[in-house]
């Protein structure tokens, strides 16, 4: 039986023109090669599978052929070539950081590097994984990297940069590998896939590439074990079942379903996919993914964003045409909010199932939120005017389009008495000046503005301090404090000390915005003062005889006090 060799090493690059998808690094190496511009150590970061060992392997055979070309790429004949090809070469020296991580392994190292080459000009140290080194052996390693001999080139890789100490990271070329496009994976594993004459549904390379995540060795493992399960023809339907990726058929179907506000049809359809094994947190990742790529190709300077096949970008933007740029938008948002809030919910199910069900609705004119019944209040009395019940008129959509009767006016001179009006239900509305909506700032517009009386104002401030009345200072300050009227409708609320001043500027808006809902007179002004005598004869008593002073000129008894017990307050 022939011995089979895995795609990951059999299609592996040999040269830097086959590399696929870091064109950045290859150009750079290349051209550092070709200018004779070598530094002693580079640094290869990024993720697994995307081509650092094979880049180093690369770098290592080209500054030792014999016959370079003038692009900068090994001859691939010459016998240094040869020898690297068939992995006899003894220019390159592999270490593996991960089980070779002591001071011991380094030092070994480093006594190998004061040794020529015995074929070729340079000796290259391959360290992969070399943030797996201990503290001690980066710092035996660290002279011998800085100031190597000149035949000695180090090239250090990793996934995670982020922990190689600053002293070799300030001694290397950094390099940093991007993730490969999922065209470019699907292009490699196309070549491939012909090579081997293996049959195949160019959107099953394209689910394949996207499972890799960027990595192109995990791409080709996963084409050597489709290719087994599928007899030589990869298709659509099998590479989707067997790598358990939840079909885009499904998202496709769902969003039509939300735009035909289907309810039924969607949870029938999300059931389905629960049956079938798939996780609901995976699930909702991939609608929210599903939609984006669909507002994505509402445009067609975004469409080149779109990671999938020709065939599924048509269809993207077929159902990009009958989705609004606000729907999408508030879909993904609940989609959104739904995966932060998947982990700590109790029923992880229903939490799914509620954002399908505000997807479905989404579309929907029917505004759930408002009430059939609204009610003004009228005069001093508790009577009531209902707004008529909506009219309900149905048209060739599946759902109903609700109209709504308009409000009746009333008169203002029928409002200019408010005693009914609840000030703690204003205070407690949720829709305060600072959180209202434009069209209920356009009524506070709409106020009269009538003529106030000082009356009226304490009334409205005695109102607010009842509503306030669980803080107990705020209650006693504004039932004690002098109110004044000025002519030009400011409200001075007089206060007897700084700290009561502090206090009421931070609660200056919203007492402000209660007393002109209150009066429905939008052209108050609230201010605070402080009383004058106060101001004039704050002065504090720091010292004990400046207490002592202060305090018997309010009671003389305590001068006889000292006097009789012939009290020292000087200490």
């Known amino acids: 039986m022939e011995n089979f060799i895995v795609s990951a090493r059999k299609y592996r690059p040999q040269l830097f023109n086959t590399v696929v998808g870091q064109g950045h690094i290859t150009n750079t190496l290349k051209n550092a090669i070709i200018q004779k511009q070598l530094a002693q150590a580079y640094l290869f970061c990024g993720p697994r599978g995307v081509g650092k060992t094979t880049c180093a392997r690369i770098f290592a055979k080209t500054i030792n052929c014999f016959n370079v070309s003038s692009n900068g790429e090994a001859c691939d004949k010459c016998e240094s070539c040869l020898s690297f090809n068939s992995g006899a070469s003894l220019n390159v020296y592999e270490l593996d950081a991960a089980s070779n991580n002591s001071v011991e392994d380094i030092r070994n190292l480093v006594d190998q590097v004061r040794f020529a080459p015995q074929l070729g000009e340079y000796k290259v140290y391959i360290i992969d994984e070399v943030h797996m080194l201990s503290a001690a ?70 689910i394949i590439a996207q499972k890799a995540d960027g990595g192109l060795r995990d791409a080709c493992s996963m084409f050597d074990q489709m290719v087994a399960f599928t007899e030589n023809n990869l298709t659509y339907k099998q590479v989707v079942e067997n790598l358990h990726v939840l079909d885009y058929d499904y998202y496709f179907k769902l969003t039509d379903a939300f735009l035909g506000s289907r309810l039924p049809e969607i949870m029938v359809v999300f059931d389905d996919i629960l049956k079938k094994g798939f996780d609901s947190h995976n699930f909702i990742i991939g609608l929210g993914e599903h939609l984006r790529n669909i507002l994505v190709s509402k445009d067609v300077q975004t469409l080149g964003l779109l990671e999938v096949s020709d065939a599924l970008k048509q ?127 356009s009524n506070e517009v709409a106020y009269v503005n009538e003529e106030l009386t000082l009356e009226m104002i304490k009334e409205a401030v005695l109102r607010y301090a009842k509503a306030k009345e669980q803080n107990k200072s705020i209650y006693v300050s504004l039932t004690e404090a002098p109110v004044v009227l000025t002519p030009s409708n400011e409200i001075v609320i007089t206060l007897l000390n700084h700290s009561q001043l502090e206090k009421f500027q931070e609660l200056k808006q919203d007492m402000l915005d209660v007393l002109r809902k209150d009066l429905r007179n939008n052209i108050i002004v609230l201010k605070f003062s402080i009383k004058e005598d106060d101001i004039s004869t704050s002065v504090k008593a720091f010292t004990p005889k400046e207490k002592f002073k202060v305090m018997s000129e309010k009671n003389s008894a305590l001068l006889d006090l000292k006097k009789r017990f012939d009290l020292d307050i000087e200490y």
């Open 315 to 441: 269809k993207y933007a077929i159902q990009a045409a009958n989705c609004t740029v606000q729907f999408l938008l508030k879909s993904l948002s609940i989609i959104s909010k739904t995966d932060v809030n998947y982990k700590s919910a109790k029923n992880q199910r229903l939490l799914v199932e509620m954002a399908l069900m505000q997807l479905c609705y989404l579309n929907s004119p029917l505004e759930t939120e408002k009430k059939n019944d609204e009610s003004v209040v009228v005069n001093n009395e508790t009577s009531v005017i209902k707004q008529n019940n909506p009219v309900i008129t149905n048209f060739n959509n599946d759902a109903p389009v609700i109209k709504t009767a308009s409000k009746p006016v009333i008169p203002f001179n029928q409002l200019k008495n408010t005693a009914s009006f609840s000030l703690k239900d204003a205070l407690t509305d949720k829709t305060l000046p600072h959180e209202s909506s434009a069209p209920e700032r």
């Open 137 to 206: 052996a980066f710092n035996a390693f660290l002279k011998t990297l800085e100031e190597p001999p000149k035949h000695a080139k180090f090239i250090l890789a990793t996934t995670e940069k982020h922990k190689i100490i600053p002293t070799i990271l300030s001694r290397c070329q950094v390099f940093n590998f991007n993730r490969i496009k999922v065209e470019d994976i699907s292009n490699h594993l196309a070549f491939m896939a012909e090579s081997e004459h293996v049959k195949f549904e160019q959107e099953a390379l394209h």
